[in-house]
């Protein structure tokens, strides 16, 4: 059960993962979001500002 990272194509083990769980690209080490397990894909995650002072 692998996906392929949308970054540079290397294969994401997803054994034992969940939807919406975040991972990171071994290759690049992209943040990258489980977003199918029965075919496997992940996608970019979006990037959180953690900005919550003024
Ligand atoms: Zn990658």
Do not use: H, K, S
Request: proline share 7%; aromatic share 4%.
């Amino acid at each position: 059960m692998v996906a392929l990272c949308p970054e540079c194509e290397a294969e994401i083990d997803l054994q034992n993962r969940l939807v919406g769980e975040i991972v990171y690209c071994p290759d690049c080490n992209a943040e990258l979001e489980v977003t199918n397990l029965e075919q496997p894909a992940v996608a970019l995650a979006p990037r959180v500002e953690e900005d919550w002072g003024e």
